[in-house]
């Protein structure tokens, strides 16, 4: 099992940017899909961002343009960069790390973006 701890989270002005990491511990991350996911208040987790082991990605429509996901294999860390961040984008982040029939998640990290 892979233990995950995010960091990077804080409180932004609207416009703002902030980078997200997601450090593993007790396994390489190597062969996981990586994702990052997002909780408002009163609102169901979803998926903000995703990047498979060999690369690829995917983005929640909302975020597309404004955050981008990578990797560093050598670090055992994923990132999030986000851009242009909005009121909206306001919710605890959440890492993921998958690989069947694994799923591992991260504690958190709250991002707030102030108008």
């Known amino acids: 099992q892979v233990q995950l701890v995010e960091s990077g989270g804080g409180l932004v002005q609207a416009g703002g940017s902030l980078r997200l990491s997601c450090a593993a511990s007790?396994?390489?991350?190597?062969?996981?899909?990586m994702a990052w996911y997002r909780q408002a208040p009163g609102k169901q987790r979803e998926l903000v961002a995703r990047i498979s082991d060999g690369g690829i990605t995917n983005y929640a429509d909302s975020v597309k343009g404004r955050f981008t996901i990578s990797r560093d294999n050598a670090k055992n860390t994923v990132y999030l960069q986000m851009s242009s961040l909005k009121p909206e984008d306001t919710a605890v982040y959440y890492c993921?790390?998958?690989?069947?029939?694994?799923?591992?998640w991260g504690q958190g990290t709250q991002v707030t973006v102030s108008s």
């Open positions: 007790r396994s390489t991350l190597r062969s996981y899909t």
């Open positions: 993921n790390a998958y690989r069947y029939p694994y799923d591992n």
